[in-house]
Every structure is written in structure tokens, then in C-alpha cells.
């Protein structure tokens, strides 16, 4: 059975960081491409990272220059450090892949909120 289970947010101040960490269970995801999506409240959930298995890796414009994607196919995870956060950066933030087969079963997701 796939878990997806991703940690490492919290409450930071506007211009802080943080590094999410996400694990997959259950089976191997090195083949797949894999992304960090978030979900702030009242929104839509949104990609903001994709990293490839090649490890090419893709960013949001609004994230562009500030996070940054990592996978370690050896511990089947995937990481987004997150630099200069801002306030509109506050959301849910998830792993997972994507695929044209569908996605992993979601996880809980990682609480970031950016706030003096």
C-alpha cells in the first residue's frame, strides 16, 4: 500500500526558510516525475515544483528563484527548501507524482505559514 507522508512545516517569519521532506512508502518512485504542490485556503491546489527523474527540475514563476526541488531515489523522498518566504506562500503544501495514470493516494499534507 503507497503512503505519502511529507513534514517540515511550520510558522516562519516573511523572509525565513524551511526545508518540506516527503517519503514514499510502499513502492519505488524513481521512474516518475515528481512535484511539491500547495493548497491555500479557499483555493485551488497548485504545482510549484516538478523535479524529473533525469533531475531537470521546473518552477511556478511565483516560487522561481526562491525554492528549490531535490529527490534522493535511494530513500524513496523528495525535499523543497524554501527561501524568502512571503505571506502568500502560506498553504498546505504536498507531494506528489505526476503521471498521466493518476496520482499517488494524497497525504496529510505539510502546514507553512509565513507571518510576523
Known amino acids: 500500500q503507497v503512503q505519502v507522508v511529507e513534514s517540515g512545516g511550520g510558522l516562519v517569519q516573511p523572509g525565513g526558510s524551511l526545508r518540506l521532506s516527503c517519503v514514499i512508502s510502499g513502492t519505488s518512485f524513481s521512474t516518475h516525475t515528481m512535484g511539491w504542490y500547495r493548497q491555500a485556503p479557499g483555493k485551488q491546489r497548485e504545482l510549484v515544483a516538478t523535479i524529473f527523474r533525469s533531475g531537470t527540475t521546473n518552477y511556478a514563476d511565483s516560487v522561481k528563484g526562491r525554492f528549490t526541488i531535490s529527490r534522493d531515489n535511494v530513500k524513496n523522498s523528495v525535499y523543497l527548501q524554501m527561501n524568502s518566504l512571503r505571506p502568500e506562500d502560506t498553504a498546505v503544501y504536498y507531494c506528489?507524482?505526476?503521471?498521466?495514470?493518476?496520482?499517488?493516494?494524497w497525504g496529510q499534507g505539510t502546514q507553512v505559514t509565513v507571518s510576523s
Open positions: 506528489n507524482r505526476i503521471w498521466s495514470g493518476g496520482y499517488y493516494p
